[in-house]
């Protein structure tokens, strides 16, 4: 039940324009008012604040990539595909420790693409929605 309903809900984020960016650098501004040093993380920022680095090109493209690997991550869901998802996620963080990422840093990233949803779909992101996630 709890995979028709992320991939029900994932479809709201599509239907926004440009989601991959906009869901993306949304996604980042709530990592980073989270875990402000999180940004240390991602040397392309070195030298940028604020709005300028949310209109990074950098970011931007990472931004989108990631929105594109949740959405292939639901895609897969739907699919039933839970068996072939899981090592491509665990591969992910792996490559990830790589970069400095800690295990802490994970649950941000939890927490951020939460707020991500709850802030781009307003009252559609119900609380059954947040436990289905």
Known sequence: MSAEIVVENW????????????????LFKKIFSIAPEAQGLFKFLNGTSGEEMYESEKLI?????????????VQMLEDNKVDELL?????????????????????????????????????????EVKAAW
């Open 87 to 127: 090592p491509v996620l665990k591969g992910l963080g792996k490559r990830h420790v790589a970069y400095g990422v800690l295990e802490p840093h994970y649950d941000v990233v939890g927490q951020a693409l939460l707020a991500t949803l709850e802030a781009a779909e307003g009252d559609a992101f119900t609380d």
């Open 61 to 73: 493209k990472h931004a989108s990539n990631v929105i594109n690997t949740v959405n292939t991550a």
């Open 11 to 26: 479809k709201l984020v599509k239907a926004i324009e440009d989601y991959p960016k906009v869901a993306g650098v949304l």
